[in-house]
């Protein structure tokens, strides 16, 4: 754009301090405000955070952009999340690009739930990892400067039916391959929106368990 003339401002609607909860790709963010959040039932939109994270706690003057929605402007950073320390867990879910769970049992003796990852980019289930560990703005333990440790090695490419989802959010393939191998069904960690019945593609691997598991799983 050239030429651009200023026509008007939205009015800002006060100023307030909160704690970022969710980046995306470094595009947007959310930030989690108590007193918008009693007032607009939601979190307060953030364009371009920069180089915020979660966890970081900001000061903002906010408006209600084109949408009616709450959003941040003139962001100031306060302080970041304190670490909690740096731990080793396994990658046991990861339901979309968006989101991970790391299962650590310290962790999960300590605040009774496994470690939330925004963002697991590259990371799979069954990934070895090494993480620094902060409380979010939802009182859950999150991570951050996530690293590889190492991967299980793949034991092979099959297809199989799913053929059981217990209670949770587990579930069991029927692969006669990996059953004439390892004389058992596929463990699947993350069902998602799969169902009885549902024939699928997967990679599988040995857990700690030593039970063969799907990971990288895909609906035919």
């Known amino acids: 754009a050239r030429q651009v003339r200023f026509i008007q401002r939205p009015p800002s609607i006060g ?35 920069g180089t915020l994270r979660e966890g970081d706690e900001v000061e903002f003057d906010a408006f209600r952009n084109s949408r009616h929605v709450p959003q941040a402007r003139q962001v100031r950073f306060i302080r970041r999340a304190a670490s909690v320390g740096f731990y080793f867990g396994t990658i046991t879910s990861v339901p979309s690009d968006a989101f991970a769970l790391i299962a650590c049992p310290k962790i999960k003796r300590d605040y009774g739930r496994d470690v939330g990852l925004s963002h697991p ?16 703005s939802r009182t859950r333990p999150k991570a951050r400067q996530v690293e590889l440790v190492e991967r299980p090695p793949s034991i092979g490419q099959y297809s199989g039916t799913v053929e059981k989802v217990p209670l949770g959010n587990v579930a069991f393939i029927e692969c006669p391959e990996v059953r004439q191998e390892y004389k058992t069904r596929v463990f699947l960690q993350d069902v998602g929106t799969l169902s009885v019945g549902d024939v699928v593609h997967f990679d599988a691997f040995v857990n700690s368990r030593h039970v063969p598991q799907a990971r990288q799983v895909r609906f035919i």
């Open 121 to 136: 980019g590259t990371l799979i289930v069954g990934d070895h990892v090494r993480f620094d560990v902060f409380i979010g």
């Open 15 to 49: 100023r307030y301090s909160g704690t970022v909860d969710r980046v995306s790709s470094g595009d947007f963010a959310f930030i989690r405000c108590p007193d918008l959040q009693q007032k607009y039932g939601r979190d307060v939109f953030l364009d371009c955070p």
